[in-house]
């Protein structure tokens, strides 16, 4: 199956493990020497409405996907295994 990358971003990230929804795809993590895709991101939800900032974002890693689904995507981690990083942390990626 290929999609494209706003394909992907309409489908729901869920634990396996937990049942648990883990949020929407919002971004990816690509290594831009070999081109592959190395995590999948998404971003934190915002806590009241914006004025009490955004909750840490959540990279899974693509080794912990079990599926991608034509709705949802399943990954094989436990929610304190997924790796959160703080909005600020989330430009160091990309040095």
């Known amino acids: 199956m290929k999609c494209t990358f706003s394909e992907l971003r309409e489908r729901e990230v ?18 831009t020497e070999t081109g592959k895709i190395l995590s999948l991101i998404i971003y934190g939800r915002s806590r009241m409405m914006g004025i009490m900032g955004r909750e840490d974002d959540v990279v899974i890693s693509c080794s912990d996907i079990e599926k991608i689904g034509s709705d949802t995507v399943l990954v094989s981690a436990d929610d304190d295994v997924l790796c959160r990083i703080n909005k600020d ?3 160091n990626l990309f040095e």
């Open 89 to 91: 942390r989330r430009n």
């Open 14 to 31: 869920i634990s396996t493990r937990t049942g648990a929804r883990i949020g929407f795809i919002d971004d990816l993590l690509i290594d």
